[in-house]
């Protein structure tokens, strides 16, 4: 069982910069990618963005491409969500996951587990 953390959400004007973060513990001796997934109010949950197992390989949504980074502090067993240059649109409860999966996980049902999500509000 591996039990995952949001934190960093809260208000930020638009073309602001904020910083998630994502803790994992319980069992993070298995090797997972990790996500970064967002949920507006009346809208599905949507990917946003993945780093493979081995930590070298990212991919990203294009609605957040160029403007987002995620990253890894395995020491820290923390994944980190880098928002630059926010916009109204971003505004979602942030949410995320792990996946035992190969390759690129991208969908809400490749993930294993997930944390309860952290709320970001971007205002114009």
């Known amino acids: 069982q591996v039990r995952l953390e949001e934190s960093g959400g809260g208000l930020v004007e638009a073309g602001g910069s904020q910083t998630l973060s994502c803790a994992a513990s319980?069992?993070?001796?298995?090797?997972?990618?990790m996500a970064w997934f967002r949920q507006a109010p009346g809208f599905e949950r949507e990917f946003v963005a993945t780093?493979?197992?081995?930590?070298?390989?990212?991919y990203y949504s294009d609605s957040v491409k160029g403007r987002f980074a995620i990253s890894a502090d395995t020491a820290k067993k923390t994944v980190y969500l880098q928002m630059n240059n926010l916009k109204p649109e971003d505004s979602a409860s942030y949410y995320c996951?792990?996946?035992?999966?190969?390759?690129?996980?991208?969908?809400?049902?490749?993930?294993?587990?997930w944390g309860i999500g952290t709320l970001v509000t971007v205002s114009s």
């Open positions: 996951a792990a996946s035992r999966r190969f390759g690129i996980a991208i969908a809400p049902t490749d993930m294993d587990y």
């Open positions: 780093l493979s197992k081995s930590g070298t390989n990212t």
């Open positions: 319980g069992n993070t001796q298995e090797s997972y990618s």
